[in-house]
């Protein structure tokens, strides 16, 4: 009960800042319809639809990341932040009060990108659902990865950090882009140890019904999430004892 009010808390604060909320949802869509629109326009199969829409559920999900992190340094930037610590509350209790009202905003984004490659050619089959299903994983690892940069770094720190870098790295190391074959054996093996490329691979499986080849890129995905909210609810119980 203390995690659900406390989650019901952070609903209202994400639902305020309005603005975070369009451009969260949007600009994966804007990204789609532009790839989209350049795949008719050449000649070779550069951006298919359903290769592509796995690819920016994924990189839209990286924007979570600052949502989360933004939202935990805020508050240890105020005096809320110690009043809670006055409180029966425990650091998971603060981990999951916070990451819960995330997801549902993570399922929404995935959901509207789905829907939007429907109208742009996406074939609506049972497949679809489990692709989503696939990508829940993949939204509570960037949240976790936001909480672990909000409960270490500072508001301002934050907008660098998971504004600009995570959101690279999930660009540059996913290979919703380009084939990772293209930068060679180092780079595909670096970029197949972070959990990037498996979100996208496990997304891609489910969507062309390879069922046999989504648990074992999900389970990478699936371990980093567990790590790193496992490492937030350690570091946010340094800060509280500090």
Not at 115 to 128: C, K, Q, S, W
Not at 143 to 158: F, R, Y
Not at 208 to 232: E, F, K, Q, R, T
Request: overall charge neutral; hydrophobic content about 55%.
């Amino acid at each position: 009960m203390k995690t659900l009010f406390f989650s019901s808390r952070n609903t209202k604060e994400i639902l305020r800042d309005k603005l975070t909320i369009i451009f969260g949802l949007g600009f994966p869509i804007v990204l789609l319809l532009l790839l989209s629109l350049m795949q008719s326009n050449i000649p070779v199969s550069l951006f298919e639809i359903d290769q592509i829409t796995p690819g920016i559920t994924v990189f839209g999900l990286s924007f979570i990341t600052l949502f989360s992190a933004m939202l935990i340094s805020k508050d240890r930037a105020t005096s809320f932040m110690y009043r809670l610590f006055t409180s029966p509350m425990h650091s998971g209790d603060f981990i999951f009060g916070y990451t819960i009202p995330l997801i549902p905003i993570s399922i929404l984004q995935v959901l509207i990108c789905y829907v939007v490659a429907f109208f742009l050619g996406l074939e609506i089959t049972l497949n679809v659902l489990i692709a989503i299903a696939v990508t829940i994983p993949t939204a509570i690892f960037y949240i976790a990865l936001g909480l672990l940069c909000g409960s270490v770094l500072n508001d301002k720190q934050v907008g660098g950090l998971c504004g600009a870098l995570i959101t690279n790295l999930s660009a540059w190391l996913s290979g919703t882009w380009f084939s990772l074959d293209l930068l060679g054996d180092t780079f595909k093996n670096i970029a197949y140890l972070l959990p990037f490329a498996h979100a996208v691979d496990a997304g891609r499986a489910a969507l062309s019904g390879d069922y046999s080849a989504i648990l074992p890129h999900l389970l990478w995905v699936i371990g980093y999430a567990a790590a790193l909210l496992l490492i937030s609810v350690v570091i946010f119980t340094r800060k509280m004892k500090s």
